[in-house]
């Protein structure tokens, strides 16, 4: 994996990045998300996600309401830079409707 | 897994849709692209993934130039509709670096 440095990753015009979130035990894709420079600078610190909410205009500590938080394991970038892949250990659902990724039947 | 739906399908003000694509068989994820209406529709009927290229603006049918085209076993689609996950089965790397995914080193 390329090990993501934050000076080489290329954010969009609204200072974001799409990050991509992977169960590093079950390996499924659990959803996606996005992040800026200081949601990135900060998971990478206190080791836990921390996304950029698009909708709320805010910082988002996933898992501050649901106690779910996603413990980071590695946090890499793509060949382009403009892609983020966390690598992520969870104890509950990932999404808010109570399934374990974003992409199952409700 | 939520079976895309193109009418589910939350485009963005450009029209397009992030699209994530998992190996089906090793679960890696390979890349992250963009997709728009047409090449969705065209994705499920010629069952090989094709993309919308944001540098080039225009359709892009993965493997067209390389030969390793991404057979397509799944479209699915997140919660709020504006992520699409894509399961394929690959004979090549998905990265033009020649590596199999997009986040590995060079």
Redesign the interface.
Known sequence: ??TLKIDEVRFDERGLV?V?T?DAHT???L??AYANRETLLESLEIKKMVYFSRSRNQRWLKGETSGNYQELASL?????GD?V?AMVHTSGPA???G?ST?????
């Open positions: 994996m390329r799409p991509v992977q390996k499924e894709v959803m996606l890499n970038l793509d060949c382009d892609t892949l999404c808010h409707n399934t974003c992409f199952e039947e409700d």
